[in-house]
């Protein structure tokens, strides 16, 4: 079968597109010009809103079995007691996760030869132009130059990405004018294990001087950041680039050393430096993430600073947003507009973390801060497209169309011999009607699934929420089951239709239970073709 489309590049989010588009059944290509994964370690942070998108993919139990759990922060300022930071995120399904990024990659690329792809590696993107017939590009291969035709191109490779230069796609921005050190070493102390740490000491006029470490899955392992001496810092006029330098010596573990000396109330000794590296930080958005028929994603559309942990996350749920739709789209489900919902949906949110990153780095260890960021912020749970081109209907005080649904537990089915979570239940490639059921209206709720199975074949499941634990007669075609603990009645309510996306945003809620609603949401606002 020939690949419609073209996935470029291999990090975590050209990864997770490629994963997700074969997961909705479309096989696409997806090249690297690296021969193989990158060994520096840049994202540590997972998460939890990105775990939940791996739980969909089912791949979050070897992910969070190749990390370990970041507990908490503690702060070391000048002149004050360490302050041990917590954050009790016991709500949620999922916790902050801390895994390497190279594991975290490794974890998609096993998932993805699950589905028989592989990344093709050696392979560059070489020019990129189109026309009325698709996306036409030249590929650099180990075995000389490829001209290849696609329908769609996604360009996923990065800060410096060669598809935004090749659509002519604007990004622009600001740099910190300093360099900061990266070093993954062993240290000696008493820090809990699987707790971060930040020593600032703020220099007036100046960024502050600070020693970062990062917890990584191996016992006594680091990686820390601090800002680079002078002695390693860019000839003037040169090494403006975002990112790692990978050309240019990295710090020595003296360099390290002398900053925990420096910062730490107490003697920490680093030892063992695996590999360091300087790097520099940019804060730019892409003006589009669309031109034709060609994407952008990830690192490509936004780069910030590091802080919270929110670019390789940022970029994930880009490509979770974009995958099911290009199905929808390839597969001749859905018209090509819906696609158009990428960028509105995704820019926004990019723009928010550009934002929150930057003010946080700005601030870091100064006082007079604006309000305390909300504790959910950096979970990205919070991330919502409600006023979006799919969001549709009044929504609750809980929920309004457009925002991540969240988990629910205590639900029960029956022949289940133990309580299910709505994830569970959502867990799959199709929209899900969720119908609150009252007394009496099940043929109500029988229609409305026969009606959806025929306009739309395959794409919506109904599942219909008895109250309590009464016995309710199964309605046919429909998954019921019941509200024993009340916590789905405590968001949703009474009533009323809730249909979640397929990537668990809600799209539409409609206080009437007649199916017109969902079939004109479906038909008008996602351009959905009925049969
Ligand atoms: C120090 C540091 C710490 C960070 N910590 C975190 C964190 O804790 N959490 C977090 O979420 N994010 C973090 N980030 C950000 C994170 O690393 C990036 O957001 C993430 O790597 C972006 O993923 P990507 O797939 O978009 O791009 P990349 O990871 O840059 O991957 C792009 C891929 O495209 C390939 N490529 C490039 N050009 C071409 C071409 N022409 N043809 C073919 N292939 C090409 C490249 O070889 C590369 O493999 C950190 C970054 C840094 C520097």
């Known amino acids: 079968m020939v690949a419609e489309i073209l996935v470029i590049g291999a990090g975590p989010v050209g990864l997770t597109l490629a994963c997700e588009l074969a997961r909705h059944g479309v096989r696409a290509r997806i090249i690297d010009r690296l021969d193989a994964p990158s060994t520096y370690c840049r994202a540590i942070g997972v998460t939890p809103r990105t775990l939940e998108v791996m739980e969909d993919m089912g791949i979050v139990r070897e992910l969070v079995d190749a990390g370990l759990w970041l507990t908490g922060m503690r702060l070391i300022l000048p002149g004050a007691p360490a302050k041990d930071l917590t ?28 589905y028989g792809i592989s990344i093709e590696r050696g392979t560059a993107l070489a020019d990129l132009r189109q026309d009325a017939d698709g996306v036409d590009v030249e590929l650099d291969t180990p075995n000389g130059r490829e001209r290849a035709l696609f329908r769609y191109v996604v360009g996923c490779d990065g800060a410096h990405s060669a598809v935004r230069k090749a659509l002519g796609i604007g990004f622009e921005g600001d740099a ?32 502050p001087d600070l020693f970062v470490a990062i917890p990584l899955p191996e016992r006594g392992r680091y990686r820390v950041s601090a800002a680079a001496p002078a002695r ?36 920490a000794t680093l030892s063992d430096l695996r590999w360091s590296s300087i790097f520099r930080i940019s804060m730019r958005l892409a003006d589009k993430y669309r031109v034709g028929n060609a994407f952008i994603a990830g690192d490509a559309c936004h780069i910030h600073p590091p802080t919270g942990g929110q670019g390789m996350n940022t970029g994930i749920q880009d490509a979770y947003n974009l995958a099911w739709k290009l199905a929808l789209v390839v597969q001749g489900r859905a018209s090509d507009a819906l696609l158009d919902s990428y960028e509105a949906e995704r820019r926004p949110v990019a ?121 309710v007669e199964e309605p046919s075609g429909v998954e019921l089951v019941h509200d024993a603990s009340g916590a789905f009645r405590t968001v949703f309510g009474e009533g009323g239709l809730w249909l979640v996306r397929p990537d668990g945003y809600l799209g539409l809620h409609s206080e009437s239970s007649s199916e017109c609603a969902v079939v004109g949401y479906l038909r008008d606002v996602v351009g959905l073709r009925a049969s």
């Open 232 to 267: 390693l810092a860019a000839p003037p006029g040169s090494g403006t680039d975002h990112g790692i330098q990978a050309d240019r010596p990295g710090a020595t573990l003296d360099d390290l050393q002398e900053v925990a000396d420096r910062l730490l109330p107490e003697h």
């Open 176 to 207: 910190f004018p300093m360099e900061f050190m990266l070093g993954d070493v062993h240290i000696d102390w008493d820090l809990p294990r699987g707790m971060t740490l930040r020593a600032i000491r703020p220099v007036e006029d100046a960024p």
């Open 87 to 114: 954050l009790d995120l016991s709500d949620l399904p999922f916790a902050q996760l801390g895994a390497p990024q190279y594991a975290t990659e490794a974890v998609l690329t096993a998932h993805l030869s699950s």
């Open 351 to 471: 723009e928010d973390v550009i934002a929150r990153t930057t003010e946080a780095s700005v601030n870091l260890g100064r006082e007079g801060r604006k309000a305390p960021p909300d504790r959910l912020a950096d979970t990205q749970i919070l991330v919502s497209y409600a006023g979006g081109p799919l969001s549709a209907g009044p929504g609750n005080a809980n929920l309004r169309p457009g925002d991540r649904v969240p988990d629910v537990p205590g639900l029960r089915r029956d022949g289940f011999g133990f309580p299910l979570r709505l994830f569970e239940l959502l867990r799959g490639t199709r929209y899900v009607l969720l119908v609150p059921l009252a007394d009496g209206d099940t043929w109500k709720v029988e229609a409305c699934a026969a009606t959806l199975r025929q306009m739309f074949p395959d794409l919506v499941r109904v599942i219909a929420i008895a109250p309590g634990d009464a016995p």
